[in-house]
């Protein structure tokens, strides 16, 4: 400033950039407040919505400047990336949609990353054909980046559009033949055969000296799901366990700090009942262990019309964080335990089905089923009276098998490790087993042996259980034409299957780490 003079708005937002463009964060922080003083202003707001949410564990603070930002930041491209991001780290699905239905100009932007971004974000939605629309956009403008089609690849996946995403596959590998994302979805997109498969491919793909550890864990992966449908039972377990070791060492995960948010949660709280609302619908949370069968579950509800299948939403573990004022990237942990007794659940209740409400049209129900949400089961209970809770549960040997042989994006970090794994199994086990005794009532159990074998007379307890009539079209998956954006995009578009041979029989001698560890 010169002469006693404050700096003008336009100026603090330059002194802020600057300070951006330096790694500065203090010092853009500093400056965009400056700004705010000035009045309200949507870069602003976005950044200090970061800085609130993750510096100073301010959650509350950090999404209402989130929302401040959308009224002024709708229409201004140049912000598109970070309102996105922002409304992301949020779980602010609602918004989101808004936001990006009322930004036409979306389509003729000229950045293929943000398009991509975009898409992304639509994608998270369950919009899946949109999501396409917007990536094909980015392609038409970067046709050399095998990344945008593989993405699109990924999304006519979840549609159950097999034949397109393996065209669009088969493309990016002519690309970049060593493309280890697109072998990683290609394995497990089918059953392959002698006559019809990647392992040699993969192989030298792995044998490129350029090739990054985690690219080199993907190919792995690839390898193992190929080998198996071959039955070469050595061969894939090799590949498993050397994936799973290298995945392992690149990912921190502590079995004690498992034990220990275990624990406190079991010691939670239980505040009086909430009083019973009248609400216009009854949320339905399916919870238990990743590949449990949680998605074929859902899948089979889905085919009642009352029924939305809403998939894997994190949107309950969002409410917590905004119940509790902090932040935290899982379903749970410690700090938000120990604030429980200033949580107000009918609140935390409130927002909750205020937040999923937008994707609902005349329907009676929603499926919730993200698998980690059985360590939530004490706060669902008290802030929602009326939501049905059903566990999914599976002979745990298959279960901890079939996480064991997923790569996971950013979650089961217990699952690498086969001692790691059957501890966490056997925590999850006891929780479930604590929220039965503390909820009686609130809880109804699913078996993937009852469902896939005696599949009407478990759906009849389900849709008793929910308050739904059972019809026949309860019988068999409902997912034509739907988004499944889950590890099992591909299974649940099958009839339901019963295995006489589970999976992991012919892997039993490599498993006794895990067989031993099961109680």
């Known amino acids: 400033m010169t002469n006693g003079v404050m700096p003008h708005i336009d100026e603090w937002l330059s002194r802020a950039r600057q300070a951006i463009a330096a790694r500065d964060m203090a010092g853009a922080t500093a400056h965009y407040r400056k700004v705010l003083e000035s009045g309200e202003n949507p870069e602003a707001f976005l950044h200090l919505s970061s800085f609130e949410a993750r510096a100073n564990d301010n959650y509350r603070k950090g999404r209402e400047y989130a929302l401040r930002a959308l009224p002024s930041a709708t229409g201004l491209p140049a912000l598109v990336p970070s309102v996105l991001l922002c409304l992301r780290h949020f779980e602010e699905s609602a918004a989101m949609r808004r936001y990006i239905d009322a930004s036409p100009f979306l389509r003729g932007m000229a950045d293929p990353k943000t398009l991509h971004l975009v898409s992304a974000q639509l994608s998270w939605l369950g919009d899946q ?46 690309q ?85 948010l275990f624990s406190k949660l079991k010691q939670m709280p239980v505040q009086p009942p909430v009083a019973a609302r009248g609400e216009g619908f009854t949320p339905v949370f399916i919870v238990g262990m990743y590949r449990s069968g949680t998605t074929l579950l859902e899948q089979l509800m889905g085919g009642d019309p009352g029924v939305f299948n809403a998939g894997e939403l994190h949107d309950m573990a ?140 478990t759906m009849r307890k389900v849709a008793d259980f929910c308050g739904f009539p059972f019809t026949d079209k309860l019988l068999q ?38 067989i031993d560890g099961l109680h």
């Open 129 to 174: 054909a949109s999501a396409i629309d917007f990536v094909t956009l980015a392609m038409r403008q970067a046709p050399q980046m095998p990344s945008l089609r593989l993405a699109r690849a990924t999304m006519e996946l979840f549609l159950g559009r097999f034949d397109d995403a393996e065209a669009d596959i088969m493309a990016c590998l002519r």
């Open 477 to 514: 998956p409902d997912s034509h034409g739907k988004s499944v954006a889950t590890a099992s995009a591909v299974q649940v578009r099958e009839k339901v299957v019963v295995r006489d041979v589970p999976k992991w029989a012919p892997y039993e001698k490599y498993l006794q780490p895990l």
């Open 318 to 457: 969002a409410r917590i964080r905004l119940a509790t004022d902090h932040y935290f990237p899982s379903a749970i942990d410690p700090v938000a335990i120990d604030r429980v007794p200033g949580v107000d659940f009918a609140e935390l209740g409130r927002q909750y089905m205020q937040g999923v409400a937008w994707r609902l049209n005349g329907h009676t129900h929603i499926t919730d089923k993200w698998p980690p949400n059985h360590m939530n089961v004490g706060f669902i209970c008290q802030a929602m009276p009326h939501a049905k809770i059903i566990h999914m549960s599976r002979d745990p040997v298959e279960t901890c098998f079939s996480n064991f042989r997923e790569l996971f994006a950013h979650a089961a970090a217990y699952s690498y490790d086969q001692v790691e794994l059957a501890d966490y199994n056997n925590q999850y086990r006891d929780l479930m087993q604590h929220w039965h005794s503390m909820f009686p009532g609130r809880i109804l159990d699913v078996t993937y042996a009852d469902l896939t074998r005696n599949t009407e007379a």
């Open 176 to 260: 970049d033949p060593g493309y280890a994302n697109a072998y990683w979805v290609l394995a497990w997109m089918r059953k392959w055969n002698a006559d019809n498969h990647h392992v040699d491919a993969i192989r030298r793909a792995l044998d490129r000296p350029s090739q990054k550890a985690v690219d080199k864990t993907r190919l792995l992966y690839a390898l193992h799901k190929e080998l198996d449908d071959l039955g070469d039972v050595a061969g894939a377990f090799a590949a498993l366990d050397t994936a799973s070791r290298m995945h392992r060492a690149a990912h921190g995960y502590d079995m004690e700090d498992t034990r220990r």
